[in-house]
């Protein structure tokens, strides 16, 4: 079966850090790109971060950029997300997708067509 | 950074048709790809491409897009179709190939 399954979320004080990881089983997972989306409580969906399957091309949403950092282990069929200077405004419910796409003769397609159960981060003193 | 914007919420009688739609530029160069999030559940991929349904997902379900507006139509509506309906893209309009998401449609079905 295929599957993502998200751990590490928690309680933290404002200006601390966490880090989530997503283990992958089922499927090829270093053949895949992969994304953290992130789910305000009340709110709609969020991306955050992409990393592509060698782990050479990574993006950032401004809202995080320079505060998190997103990485994989193929080895270990995991992906993580090092949340540092965490700010209230970062609770939420962080799930990991995994991502495909591909091309017609006009446009480009992408896609996530897996996601975990998510793991949740709460910011508060 | 470049956005999707999508109605609040949108309702439909049992058995009917409804349309969900999504407009933002990176439209015009990528197709959005449709999720269906219901309450304390992780979000699920019902659309991508031209008009591709993942494996389980009915056949009531279909996408198009025409210019800077993507649509999510439902064709026959079911009480389980109620739920929040997200588009996503990617954005070059940026240094980067980000990812976005619209701000969500509820769909409730009467």
């Known amino acids: 079966e295929v599957q993502l399954v998200e751990s590490g979320g928690g309680l933290v004080q404002p200006g601390g850090s966490l880090r989530l990881s997503c283990a992958a089983s089922?499927?090829?997972?270093?053949?895949?790109?992969m994304n953290w989306v992130r789910q305000a409580p009340g709110k709609g969906l969020e991306w955050v971060s992409y990393?592509?399957?060698?782990?050479?091309?990574?993006y950032y949403a401004d809202s995080v950029k320079g505060r998190f950092t997103i990485s994989r282990d193929n080895a270990k069929n995991s992906l993580y997300l090092q949340m540092n200077s965490l700010r209230a405004e970062d609770t939420a419910v962080y799930y990991c997708?995994?991502?495909?796409?591909?091309?017609?003769?006009?446009?480009?397609?992408?896609?996530?067509?897996?996601w975990g159960k998510g793991t949740t981060v709460t910011v508060s003193s | 950074s470049s956005e999707l914007t999508q109605d609040p919420a949108v309702s439909v009688a049992l058995g009917q048709t409804v349309r969900i739609t999504c407009q933002g530029d990176?439209?015009?160069?990528?197709?959005a790809s449709w999720y269906q999030q219901k309450p304390g559940q992780a979000p699920v991929l019902v659309i991508y491409?031209?008009?591709n349904r993942p494996s389980g997902i009915p056949d009531r379900f279909s996408g198009s897009s025409s210019g800077n507006t993507a649509s999510l139509t439902i064709t026959g509506a079911q009480a389980e179709d109620e739920a929040d309906y997200y588009c996503?893209?990617?954005?070059?309009?940026?240094?980067?190939?980000?990812?976005?998401f619209g701000g969500g449609t509820k769909l409730t079905v009467l």
């Open positions: 491409g031209k008009n």
């Open positions: 996503n893209s990617r954005d070059s309009s940026g240094n980067h190939l980000d990812w976005v």
């Open positions: 990176s439209l015009r160069s990528y197709y």
């Open positions: 990393i592509s399957s060698s782990g050479s091309t990574i």
């Open positions: 997708a995994r991502a495909g796409g591909g091309q017609t003769l006009y446009y480009y397609y992408y896609y996530m067509d897996v």
């Open positions: 089922g499927f090829t997972f270093s053949s895949y790109e």
